[in-house]
Nanobody
Framework: QVQLVESGGGLVQPGGSLRLSCAAS????????MSWYRQAPGKERELVAY????????NYADSVKGRFTISRDNAKKTVYLQMNSRKPEDTAVYYC????????????WGQGTQVTVSS
């Protein structure tokens, strides 16, 4: 059974920090690239951060560069998003995504976790 379960969301003050986790199961995690997306009310889902299957390369949306860090622990089958210097515009539902391109392309999505940045 393929599962991606996000956790760590909640309420944080502006300027505060929060770390999201996404625990994977049911597939070969170490062969999948992982991403974090977010979607705010009334807005389209956007890519926040991306990391390759081995963790050697990352990419970030301009809006979060310098503040967010994506990382992964393949032994624990978990991908993380460290969010520092939080801003109100970071408020959204955050989703993790697993993807692999090959003979068959796979895309797995988690259920999402709510992150609210407010004073």
């Amino acid at each position: 059974q393929v599962q991606l379960v996000e956790s760590g969301g909640g309420l944080v003050q502006p300027g505060g920090s929060l770390r999201l986790s996404c625990a994977a199961s049911g597939f070969t995690f170490s062969t999948y690239a992982m991403s974090w997306y977010r979607q705010a009310p009334g807005k389209e889902r956007e890519l926040v951060a991306y990391i390759t299957s081995g963790g050697g390369s990352t990419n970030y949306a301009d809006s979060v560069k310098g503040r967010f860090t994506i990382s992964r622990d393949n032994a624990k089958k978990t991908v993380y998003l460290q969010m520092n210097s939080r801003k109100p515009e970071d408020t959204a539902v955050y989703y993790c995504k697993a993807q692999r391109t090959g003979l068959i392309n796979y895309n797995y999505w988690g259920q999402g976790t709510q992150v609210t940045v407010s004073s």
